[in-house]
C-alpha cells in the first residue's frame, strides 16, 4: 500500500471489512474458512480462502454470495463504494454464472445474481456487529488461519451478545 499513513490505515480497514464480509458470509453459509488476511499479494489487498468442495451448484452459489458479501461489509464503512477494487470477486461471480447457465441465459444469470446480491446484503446486515469486530482483530493480526478465525468469530460473537446485554437490546 501507498500513499500517506492515513491513506494506509483507511485502505487497510476498507480491505478487513471487506476479508471479514466475505468469511463471516461463508461460514454462515457453511463453508470451512481456511484463511482471511488483510496481507496484499498477488494482486490484491487481501484474501479470504474457502476449504474447497465439489463443484456442486450448492457450493458454487455459497461461494458467490460469500463473494458477494465482501464488497456489501465494506460499503457499511464507505458509504457509496461501488465495488472498485473488489472487481476480482465481481468477474469471479459472474464467470460462476456463466458456466452455471451459459452466455445464451443472460437474464436468467442477472437475475441469479440480484438474487445472490441481496441474499449477501442480508448477511452482511445480520452479522454487522460481528463483522466490526472481526475487522479490527484482521487489522491488528493481519492474517488468521482457519482455528484463529474460528476462535476470533467465536470472541466477536461473545463480545457482541454480551455488549447487546448490557444494553438491553436482548
Request: glycine fraction near 10%; charged fraction near 25%; aromatic fraction near 4%.
Amino acid at each position: 500500500m501507498v500513499g500517506r499513513p492515513a491513506e494506509r490505515n483507511a485502505q487497510l480497514l476498507a480491505t478487513a471489512y471487506h476479508e471479514a464480509g466475505h468469511a463471516i458470509a461463508g461460514d454462515a453459509l457453511g463453508l470451512t474458512v481456511m484463511e482471511v488476511s488483510v496481507a496484499a499479494g498477488q494482486g490484491s489487498l487481501g484474501r479470504c480462502c474457502f476449504l474447497e468442495t465439489p463443484d456442486t451448484d450448492e457450493f458454487l452459489e455459497k461461494r458467490q454470495i460469500a463473494k458477494l458479501a465482501g464488497a456489501e461489509a465494506q460499503r457499511h464503512i464507505m458509504p457509496g463504494y461501488d465495488g472498485v477494487g473488489a472487481s476480482s470477486d465481481m468477474l469471479s461471480a459472474v464467470d460462476g454464472q456463466a458456466r452455471r447457465y451459459g452466455i445464451a441465459d443472460l437474464h436468467v444469470a442477472e437475475a441469479q445474481m440480484a438474487e445472490w446480491s441481496e441474499r449477501a446484503r442480508a448477511l452482511v446486515q445480520a452479522n454487522l456487529e460481528v463483522i466490526h469486530v472481526l475487522a479490527r482483530v484482521l487489522v491488528e493480526r493481519g492474517t488468521l488461519g482457519g482455528e484463529q478465525f474460528h476462535m476470533a468469530l467465536n470472541e466477536a460473537r461473545a463480545r457482541v451478545a454480551e455488549d447487546r446485554r448490557l444494553l438491553g437490546l436482548d
